[in-house]
């Protein structure tokens, strides 16, 4: 197992590996005291057997610098693996503003290929390559050094399984014919809007129990606050304050620093100094901002009139599409998807791209009565009308 330690080591197997069609890559980091993945650990391989080709990465190397690498990533004449690479493209963006391009994720693919819900890199593993993975140091420090050799070896195996699992996958999908599902669904990997995080949409992703402009206003500044707050001092937003002290505090409406004290879901840190100055200020904004500038509640949903035997009808469709198809059914509509095409929206990502020629047309034929659904045995097919 070799580990680089200089940007000179990673330079030269960098330049090795492209010479060669594709690349597995993955990573070990800690996220649970930042805001911002700290990368601890790079392993990376070109085609080979064992752990041959194989090396490990030490970002946190005196001096190594991840400039080789990122060269690489830049290479379109080489394909660049990972398995469930979200949180991997998170930090190369952060840390550089690159994309692994082209890019394969396994985990995609594997719901493509009929693999399940998000299969996971163990059942893949297991499945295809016929090995088991350790799992022992699935939860270990990775910023401390020395790396034992239980870990190194648990990490290598994170990229030296995937090579064959990858020439699985790209195999079925060049059989299938559904290598551009896989190219349509990583756009979205490949977006810097998935990474880049706007305090100011912050407060969209917090739940409330009431939809009124001037509470989602202070819910809207108090959000905004915690992120900003949390990104500029790299610490997670719930050491800063949690989800439900956010809502406490857009009800409450503190005007002093004595009022924070009566907050019963505030953290001590929270009601002095920096973020308690602002939490005030926060609030201010929310309860003083104009009517014309507060936020619009999403009513949408509420709006929608479904007709649930129509949303069954699809979900019965949708069950047997899939698995005729040998895809997973989340991968094509959640359940709100299909709600929403039964109200009539056709603005819905099942009705698009690749999902509308395995499921979308056939479901607008089913809302337009042009077909119907019949069940013989344990099979369900559509019936022209």
Known sequence: MKTLTTTEELKEFCLEAAKHPFVTVDTEFLRERTYYSKLCLVQLAFPGEGDENAVLVDPLADGLELDPLYDLFRDESVVKVFHAARQDLEIFWVDAKVFPKPLFDTQVAAMVCGFGDQAGYETLVRKIVKEGVDKSSRFTDWSRRPLTD??????????????????YLAAELEKSGRGHWVTEELQVLTNPGTYDIQPQDAW????????????????????????????????????????DALVELASTKPKTGSDLGGSR?????????????????????????????????????????????????LRVLLKSKTENAGVAAKLIAPSSDLDAIAAGQRDVAALSGWRLEVFGAD?????????????????????EL
């Open 363 to 383: 479901a607008l034929r089913l809302c337009d009565g042009q077909i119907a659904l019949a069940a013989k045995g344990q099979t369900v097919r559509v019936v």
């Open 204 to 243: 969209r992703r917090i739940k409330t129990r009431t939809n009124s402009s001037k509470f989602l206003a202070l819910v809207r500044e108090l959000a905004a606050f915690r992120e900003d707050y949390a990104q500029t001092n790299n610490v997670p937003r719930n050491r800063v304050f949690k989800d």
């Open 150 to 167: 239980a870990q190194k070896n648990y990490a290598l195996a994170d990229v030296t399984h995937l090579r064959v699992v990858y020439q």
């Open 265 to 313: 879901l505030l953290l001590r840190e929270a009601r002095r100094g920096a973020i308690a100055e602002g939490i005030l200020a926060a609030v201010a904004r929310g309860v003083n901002c104009p009517a014309e500038k507060m936020p619009k509640p999403d009513r949408t949903k509420e709006k929608l009139q479904v007709n649930p035997a129509l949303a069954d009808l």
